[in-house]
T-cell receptor
Framework: NAGVTQTPKFQVLKTGQSMTLQCAQDMNHNSMYWYRQDPGMGLRLIYYSASEGTTDKGEVPNGYNVSRLNKREFSLRLESAAPSQTSVYFC??????????FGQGTRLTVV | AQTVTQSQPEMSVQEAETVTLSCTYDTSESDYYLFWYKQPPSRQMILVIRQEAYKQQNATENRFSVNFQKAAKSFSLKISDSQLGDAAMYFCAYKRQNYGGSQGNLIFGKGTKLSVKP
């Protein structure tokens, strides 16, 4: 009953460093998503993957890349971190025509 | 494009009292889902309640109920007998119904921070 597992939970990066956020779900969902949450902004979609092998940009994709490695895993990569990418990141997967299931979030600070 | 608006950045309620959080949305579609998510300080996103647009009956989950007004595009959350553990950020979210393929995107409001006073 793991649901959506997201790692790491916390990360501090220096400007210009790169990192990959990992996400895996064990619910056999087709669609997976990466959101960022900023104070007063709600959750905004960065990228999503409708199914294995496909990815699409969301509302705020600049500075990010994603990989849908297989049906279970969907990673988010920051190639050159910037202070504007300081945020809380959530991975989610959605069951057919119902609610989203979320990972526990990653608090990323870029200094 | 669909949008979700939560006009109350912060709300406060006395323990054991009732509070209503507001949400309005804009869509041209007729089939969709609406959700309320709770985010406590632990940061975890927890589903509180969901409503299918084709259902006229308002959803209820224990102390949580919604007032879904499809024509007005309004979806408010009522919390009865408020408890200290209800203190959290609450997000209203919209998702269109899908007919195969992509399950679409959850569109969120900016949230309402609920405080519960003992």
């Amino acid at each position: 009953n793991a649901g959506v597992t997201q790692t790491p939970k916390f990360q501090v990066l220096k400007t210009g460093q790169s990192m990959t956020l990992q996400c895996a779900q064990d619910m056999n969902h087709n669609s997976m998503y990466w959101y960022r949450q900023d104070p007063g902004m709600g959750l905004r979609l960065i990228y999503y993957s409708a199914s294995e092998g496909t990815t699409d940009k969301g509302e705020v994709p600049n500075g990010y890349n994603v990989s849908r490695l297989n049906k279970r895993e969907f990673s988010l990569r920051l190639e050159s971190a910037a202070p504007s990418q300081t945020s809380v990141y959530f991975c989610a997967s959605i069951r057919t025509n119902t609610e989203a299931f979320f990972g526990q979030g990653t608090r990323l600070t870029v200094v | 494009a669909q949008t979700v608006t939560q006009s109350q950045p912060e709300m406060s309620v006395q323990e054991a009292e009732t509070v209503t959080l507001s949400c309005t949305y804009d869509t041209s579609e007729s089939d969709y889902y609406l959700f309320w998510y709770k985010q406590p300080p632990s940061r975890q996103m927890i589903l509180v309640i969901r409503q299918e647009a084709y259902k006229q009956q308002n959803a209820t989950e224990n102390r949580f109920s919604v007032n879904f007004q499809k024509a007005a595009k309004s979806f408010s959350l009522k919390i009865s007998d408020s408890q200290l553990g209800d203190a959290a950020m609450y997000f209203c979210a919209y998702k269109r119904q899908n007919y195969g393929g992509s399950q679409g995107n959850l569109i969120f409001g900016k949230g309402t921070k609920l405080s519960v006073k003992p």
